[in-house]
């Protein structure tokens, strides 16, 4: 156990600790260290270029998915009322023009959540660049570039599978205990969070977009879906608006691990990126002699460093403790 005073030189006593997989042994038994750094020596550790910031895309996206969801439960409900509509009209239980308010009030939803999901989909693609982007600053050889983050949507089939795979990519290589430019990052636990949101996504993107394709054409001078058209193929009608009820509802639950992915990934990169740098000369490769520092963090006043990588020794309130990075 350690104790922590904040006199000048500060004093750290300590138990000798097992140090961190591939990392030195923490704080010397009964060293002394010099006076905590704020950094400010021209040798200590300094990210030489900013990284691109995703707090605020993260926190737009946040609330962005969870209006998606409440607007696709809201369509999904507009459709089963077109097919309620459909079906009273098909029996003679229902007038004509009820039914068309029903579809016109639908086909309005869609075209909201149509521009909803353009929009969101153009934030995620900027929050997945400068991602890819700050993944590539930290050294995370071998990763898909930022590139992908919109080319990527425009490949047959593999959109449905590249998008998700980058996002991975950059949950392994915000793994702050691997070293810059180490291809181990590659071996770092993949979240499965991560898969089950995408998976419910692309599960309900193609329900959505094969149900909708099954309204068919009109043949309406003014393009407008009248309730005519949709009962010259009632049982196409029917299984189409049966697929998009069931993509809709795929699409809600996958809007909460959404939310709660881009959010907990870009804490988890700038965590990284206080710990191993960004672009430029790695914090690792600096010369700076072992002491104690502000966490770099943030979880806890100081951390201790090693003289080349950041530790998994703490303190807080003048507390030791242990918190691997």
Not at 169 to 194: F, L, M, T
Not at 271 to 300: E, Y
Request: charged share 15%; hydrophobic share 45%.
């Amino acid at each position: 156990h350690t104790c922590f005073r904040p006199t000048s030189p500060r004093r750290v006593h300590t138990i000798a600790r097992p140090a961190v997989k591939g990392r030195s042994v923490g704080p010397p038994v009964g060293g002394t260290v010099g006076p905590v750094s704020d950094w400010s020596s021209p040798t200590g550790p300094s990210a030489d270029s900013p990284i691109h910031p995703l707090g605020g895309l993260a926190s737009a996206l946040r609330v962005l998915f969870v209006l998606a969801a409440v607007l696709a439960t809201a369509l999904a409900y507009l459709a089963v009322r077109v097919r309620a509509s459909l079906d009273g009209v098909h029996a003679g239980r229902e007038e004509v023009d009820v039914a068309q308010k029903a579809v016109d009030a639908f086909l309005g939803g869609a075209s909201v959540v149509f521009l909803l999901t353009v929009g969101i989909g153009g934030l995620f693609v900027l929050w997945l660049w400068r991602a890819a982007r700050n993944n590539q600053r930290l050294g995370r050889p071998g990763a898909l570039g930022p590139g992908w983050a919109i080319g990527a949507w425009f490949i047959p089939v593999g959109s449905l599978v590249l998008p998700g795979l980058q996002v991975q990519q950059v949950w392994k290589g915000a793994e702050s205990s691997v070293a810059r430019d180490d291809p181990a990052w590659r071996q770092v636990r993949a979240n499965p969070q991560i898969w089950i949101w995408w998976l419910a996504y692309v599960i309900g993107q193609v329900l959505t977009f094969v149900g909708f394709s099954l309204l068919g054409p009109t043949d309406d001078a003014q393009g407008q879906v009248v309730v005519a058209d949709l009962l010259d193929h009632l049982d196409d009608v029917q299984q189409g608006i049966t697929l998009f009820v069931a993509g809709q509802v795929a699409l809600v639950p996958a809007a909460a691990p959404g939310a709660a992915m881009v959010v907990n990934l870009s804490r988890r990169q700038e965590t990284a990126v206080s710990v191993l740098g960004a672009g430029g000369t790695p914090w690792a490769g600096r010369v700076s002699p072992p002491a104690w520092h502000p966490d770099p963090t943030g979880r806890f006043d100081l951390r201790f460093w090693d003289g080349k990588l950041w530790t998994e020794h703490v303190t807080r309130g003048g507390q030791q403790a242990t918190d691997p990075v």
